[in-house]
């Protein structure tokens, strides 16, 4: 008997196109919808296509990538089912209390801890990937983070993140390159040397801040009161806009001296005694400038340091 594959998400007319173009790649569409008896072939066919298991010239994809695509489609499709579950759970909280007080909930809510918050956080953008704005002190924070798989493909499906952080931030080294892995996957982030307070805003629509400024574990208070949350966002979209670029960063005092003495001395081993490291320490700077100015000579990211009034 043939197995079906309907449970992975195609319709009858899909599956009998997809696998009819797979025994017959060069036909044509009128041929194709006379041998199938499908009048609305093209339909069918636009629909195949969608999904990725056609393209233009009626090529068919291939089997085994064709039931890869749709299995991960079929999984991406529950794991939002799942999470529209996991929202029910709080929904079903806040009609309890609405029960148990005989009020409505406030649209002011403390979240205790900051597991909660990351939950609510990715709940809320899987059901609606629209806009996520995250203001915080550090680019990368490992306890308190949302660099998961599911947010990266939330990214690719084109949900549009911006992330302020503070350039006090960026005495540490790390700091830097993160941020730049980041706003290369579509997670734009820029610097700010105003004073940072956490926050987060899903659509416009929910914020998130620090419940207590001197107490990091104190959690959150989520907040859907219309008026607060676009007062939010507008101190957001000011400071971003006041905001440098990552690639505007100001060089840090070595950078300044290493960069210096790259064109000042003939030998590394010179120039690292003149700025007072070791030679390893000095190349891995050098690397590193080179890395931000992306050039791949010395010889070029001086040329591009003159360019950008660093020398």
């Known amino acids: 008997m043939m197995m079906s594959l309907a449970s992975l998400g195609l319709t009858a007319e899909q599956e009998r196109l997809f696998r009819y173009l797979l025994r017959e790649p060069r036909v044509d569409v009128d041929r194709a919808a006379a041998d199938l008896l499908l ?47 996991t929202l029910a759970w709080d929904v079903l909280t806040e009609l309890a ?10 649209m002011v809510e403390h979240v205790p801890d900051g597991r909660t918050v990351v939950r609510r956080l990715r709940a809320l953008l899987a059901v609606d990937p629209g806009e996520f704005a995250n203001l915080k002190i550090s680019a990368h924070n490992s306890t308190a983070d949302y660099d998961h798989p599911p947010f990266v493909r939330l990214l690719a499906r084109g949900l549009r993140s911006r992330t302020l952080f503070s350039a006090r931030a960026l005495e540490d080294p790390a700091q830097e390159p993160y941020a730049r892995s980041r706003h290369a996957l579509g997670d734009l982030h820029r610097v700010t040397t105003e004073r940072v307070r956490h926050l987060a805003i899903v659509n416009r629509a929910v914020a998130f801040v ?26 957001f979209d000011g400071m971003w806009e006041r905001a440098r ?23 590394d081993e010179a120039a690292a005694r003149s700025v007072n490291v070791s030679v390893r320490k000095f190349r891995a700077h050098v690397a590193d400038l080179m890395a931000r100015l992306g050039v791949s000579t010395r010889f070029q990211a001086a040329l591009r340091a003159k360019e950008r009034g660093w020398l």
């Not at 959150?220 to 949350?229: E, N, S």
């Not at 670029?245 to 030998?267: F, G, K, M, N, W």
């Open 39 to 85: 009048p609305d072939v093209r339909a069918v066919l636009a629909e195949l296509e969608t999904l990725g298991l056609v393209d233009g010239t009626l090529t068919a994809l291939p089997p085994a990538a064709a039931v890869d695509l749709l299995v991960r489609r079929r999984m991406e499709q529950t794991q939002r089912q799942l999470t529209e579950l």
């Open 97 to 106: 209390e609405e029960h148990r007080s005989g009020r409505p909930v406030q």
């Open 210 to 235: 620090q419940a207590d400024p001197g107490n990091p574990k104190a959690g959150a208070l989520q907040i859907r009161q219309p008026g607060v949350v676009a007062v939010l966002a507008d101190v």
């Open 245 to 267: 670029d990552l690639d505007d960063l100001p060089l840090s005092p070595i950078e300044q001296r290493v960069l210096r003495a790259l064109t000042c001395h003939d030998t």
